[in-house]
């Protein structure tokens, strides 16, 4: 399985940004598709997730009523639509593929077993 994230960039605070994920080598049963950040200095957590074939999208609490996952079943993509972006968001997003996520584990990261490259979002103040 392969995973190429992009869309990141450089945003001024309450902009918008989408980023994509696009997957490879799935046969997609089963499968959770979860975003995450990193900032500088910071821990990795969770931003958002959601099963393939159905359950979610679930969200980190800073991301309810900001942040959009979807997905392109035809196109094998993934989305997070942020908006409101703020400096705090700032961080390296990556996307992960699980085949064995549980429902407790949909927002950690041990509940995944891929992870694409990750892709820098920078908000200005």
């Known amino acids: 399985v392969q995973l190429q994230a992009s869309g990141g960039g450089l945003v001024q605070a309450g902009g918008s940004l989408t980023l994509s994920c696009a997957v490879s080598?799935?046969?997609?049963?089963?499968?959770?598709m979860g975003w995450f950040r990193q900032a500088p200095g910071k821990e990795r957590e969770f931003v958002a997730s959601?099963?393939?074939?159905?359950?979610?999208?679930y969200y980190a609490d800073f991301a309810k009523g900001r942040f959009t996952m979807s997905r392109d079943n035809a196109k094998k993509t993934v989305f997070l639509r942020m908006s409101s972006l703020q400096p705090e968001d700032t961080a390296v997003y990556s996307c992960?593929?699980?085949?064995?996520?549980?429902?407790?584990?949909?927002?950690?990261?041990?509940?995944?077993?891929?992870w694409g490259q990750g892709t820098e979002v920078t908000v200005s103040s």
């Open positions: 992960a593929y699980g085949d064995r996520t549980i429902l407790s584990t949909m927002s950690s990261a041990r509940g995944y077993n891929y």
């Open positions: 959601m099963r393939w074939t159905g359950g979610g999208p």
């Open positions: 080598g799935s046969t997609f049963n089963r499968v959770a």
